[in-house]
């Protein structure tokens, strides 16, 4: 019986919802072909992933499935901003590992999940490089800058930490469970897990309030306060009754 393929990367499609399964390190390119003489191109490629992303239409889902220790920042920022790009509504899932740069890519998702017992890693680049004095400072130089929007990346969305505190972490080399990613804002939720916050819904108006509890937290109280209260007025002009507004009004300060 002849040997079975291993799995690094599924795509499938059922009732407009497109699966598409990360298993294995981004990669630019696959196995050695001895028929070609050349390394084939990776199905967990940039290159792949734009293919597949172009058969899906804008109004389906995507549902991305992630088990990989990451792999090249070239090919997975690519994936990154292609997935964020594309129209669909994508929700992404850990269901091994997102180490590295497939982190990054989990980010790329609207809503971002992670099993029980899976795990993330952040830790800063490297390069394997030669030269001389010059040159290898100039390669450092490039990795700092690098480093910079990876986090800022990550910033976009994070809450509970500074991006100082998220260098530090980075040059440890840390390892996120889904309760520490939840904290730090890096995922939505947690699989089989009730939420508790009453701010964690699809609600819109209840989502708009999310963010300006996020800007109490950075900004001047007086200025947020006057947008929240401009935000308030115009929801109540469409439903005065709204008792969940008031609800996420009092979340904020208790």
Not at 111 to 122: C, D, P, Q, Y
Request: proline content about 2%; overall charge negative.
């Amino acid at each position: 019986m002849g040997k079975l393929p291993k799995l690094y990367y599924m795509f499938s499609t059922q009732d407009n919802v497109h699966n598409i399964y990360l298993y294995d390190d981004i990669q630019e390119k696959g196995d050695w072909n001895w028929e070609t003489w050349t390394r084939d191109d990776s199905e967990t490629s940039a290159k792949h992933f734009q293919e597949e992303l172009a058969q899906i239409p804008e109004t389906d889902e995507i549902c991305l499935y992630i088990n990989s220790n990451g792999g090249s920042v070239k090919e997975g920022t690519a994936i990154y901003n292609q997935l964020k790009r594309h129209g669909a509504h994508k929700t992404g899932y850990v269901d091994g590992v997102a180490h590295s740069i497939a982190f990054v890519i989990l980010q790329a998702c609207d809503k971002r999940v992670m099993g029980e017992g899976t795990s993330a890693l952040i830790h800063e680049m490297w390069v394997c490089t030669a030269g001389n004095a010059t040159e290898l400072r100039a390669e450092a130089d490039k990795l700092d800058e690098m480093m910079k929007s990876s986090r800022a990346l990550f910033m976009q969305r994070a809450k509970n930490i500074t991006e100082d505190e998220l260098q530090q972490m980075m040059e440890k080399e840390t390892i996120l469970t889904p309760d520490k990613a939840l904290e730090y804002g890096f995922i939505d939720e947690i699989a089989g897990r009730e939420t508790d916050d009453p701010l964690n819904v699809s609600d819109e108006p209840l989502q708009n309030i999310r963010k300006m509890k996020e800007k109490f937290q950075k900004n001047d109280f007086s200025d947020t306060l006057k947008e929240f209260e401009e935000l308030v007025g115009e929801d109540k002009k469409d439903d005065p009754e709204d008792a969940s507004m008031m609800d996420a009004f009092l979340n904020i300060f208790l």
